[in-house]
């Protein structure tokens, strides 16, 4: 519930912060509100798209999508992207303009009050957001959070750069700031693509992640011969593994599914939304342990 209302929360805060920049910004003439603004626009589109995502991602598995739709996060991360690099491109555009044309912001006090508010309140929805990535574990949450730290950053660097007009009438420093803003948004605009273009072409999850799946199968080994075919892929919040594992030819079919059944739960629990296929091999008659050792096996099964 709480990773639904997140986008909710962050499409009121980014539609008031960009009706009070859009008003102020042509008012007092600043073009470093008014691209703020624009971000701020494309924020709530941002924030839109993540909520829609999200009630779509929660939907399970069906004939269509038998995988279920966790990669409904991962295109919302990636359009996201695309966004925020549309947004950097139209602040820096914005920003050679008024260079051009030499243009002065004609109330400085106004402009610093409205980006102070903006900068407060962002911080604010910033850390909440936060929160909620943490405890959810959501990528779209996770990547809308610092879609929002880029806005603090922008914020700032306005909020200075107006201050420092005020003190020394330096009228370039609006554009120039804004255009640093700009190239900062278009860099993790890059970086948010490249990363969830990863999910989409179905990369291997985390190092740590796997890392500690490995380290989980090593506690059962006294049950298989080995584990090959490792296979792992992330999907939004949804992480995917297929295995083979490689059992004693002599145990039952009964027993063996108990091995993996005990894999897989135990994977499960320690393995946040995890989704595991494991398929189970024979061992080769020359390395088959022999009946003693399946003896033990069965032993052993017969306590869980």
């Given at each position: 519930m709480?990773?639904?209302?997140?986008?909710?929360v962050?499409?009121?805060?980014?539609?008031?912060l960009?009706?009070?920049?859009?008003a102020?910004?042509?008012?007092?003439?600043?073009m470093?509100?008014?691209?703020s603004a624009?971000?701020?626009?494309?924020?709530?589109?941002?924030?839109?798209i993540?909520y829609?995502a999200?009630?779509?991602?929660?939907?399970?598995p069906d004939?269509?999508h038998p995988?279920?739709?966790?990669?409904?996060?991962?295109l919302?991360?990636?359009?996201q992207?695309?966004?925020i690099?549309?947004s950097?491109?139209?602040?820096l555009?914005?920003s050679i303009?008024?260079i051009i044309?030499?243009?002065?912001?004609?109330?400085l006090?106004?402009?610093i009050?409205?980006?102070?508010?903006?900068?407060i309140?962002?911080f604010f929805?910033?850390?909440?957001?936060?929160?909620?990535a943490?405890?959810?574990?959501s990528?779209?949450?996770?990547?809308?959070?610092?879609h929002?730290?880029?806005?603090?950053l922008s914020?700032?660097?306005?909020?200075?750069a107006?201050?420092?007009?005020k003190?020394?009438?330096?009228?370039?420093?609006?554009?120039?700031?804004?255009m640093?803003?700009?190239?900062?948004?278009?860099?993790?605009?890059?970086k948010?693509?490249i990363?969830?273009?990863?999910?989409l072409?179905?990369?291997?999850?985390?190092?740590?992640i796997?890392?500690d799946?490995?380290?989980?199968?090593?506690e059962?080994?006294e049950?298989?011969?080995?584990?090959?075919?490792i296979?792992?892929?992330k999907?939004?919040?949804?992480?995917?593994?297929d295995m083979?594992?490689?059992?004693?030819?002599?145990l039952k079919?009964?027993?063996a599914?108990?091995i993996?059944?005990?894999i897989?739960?135990?994977?499960?629990?320690?393995?946040?939304?995890?989704?595991?296929?494991?398929?189970?091999d024979?061992?080769d008659?020359?390395n088959?342990?022999?009946f003693?050792?399946?003896?033990?096996?069965k032993?052993?099964l017969?306590?869980?």
């Amino acid at each position: 519930m709480e990773k639904a209302n997140a986008p909710k929360v962050a499409i009121i805060v980014a539609f008031f912060l960009a009706c009070t920049k859009v008003a102020f910004g042509f008012l007092v003439n600043s073009m470093a509100i008014v691209s703020s603004a624009a971000d701020s626009i494309l924020d709530v589109i941002s924030s839109s798209i993540n909520y829609i995502a999200i009630k779509k991602a929660e939907e399970p598995p069906d004939e269509k999508h038998p995988y279920g739709h966790a990669k409904f996060e991962s295109l919302a991360t990636y359009i996201q992207s695309l966004i925020i690099l549309i947004s950097g491109g139209f602040i820096l555009y914005k920003s050679i303009i008024k260079i051009i044309h030499k243009q002065a912001i004609t109330d400085l006090n106004t402009g610093i009050y409205i980006m102070l508010l903006s900068l407060i309140t962002t911080f604010f929805l910033v850390s909440y957001l936060t929160r909620v990535a943490k405890k959810t574990k959501s990528s779209i949450i996770e990547a809308d959070a610092l879609h929002y730290k880029v806005d603090i950053l922008s914020n700032a660097g306005i909020l200075v750069a107006l201050i420092i007009i005020k003190f020394t009438n330096f009228q370039i420093i609006d554009p120039i700031l804004s255009m640093l803003v700009a190239f900062y948004i278009i860099y993790s605009a890059i970086k948010l693509n490249i990363k969830v273009s990863m999910d989409l072409l179905d990369a291997e999850i985390p190092p740590e992640i796997k890392e500690d799946i490995l380290n989980i199968l090593k506690e059962f080994d006294e049950y298989h011969l080995d584990t090959h075919k490792i296979r792992t892929r992330k999907a939004g919040n949804k992480k995917f593994l297929d295995m083979h594992i490689t059992l004693c030819r002599n145990l039952k079919l009964e027993d063996a599914h108990k091995i993996t059944q005990l894999i897989e739960n135990r994977l499960k629990e320690n393995i946040e939304d995890l989704d595991v296929t494991i398929h189970m091999d024979p061992c080769d008659v020359k390395n088959c342990p022999g009946f003693d050792a399946c003896n033990n096996h069965k032993i052993r099964l017969d306590k869980i």
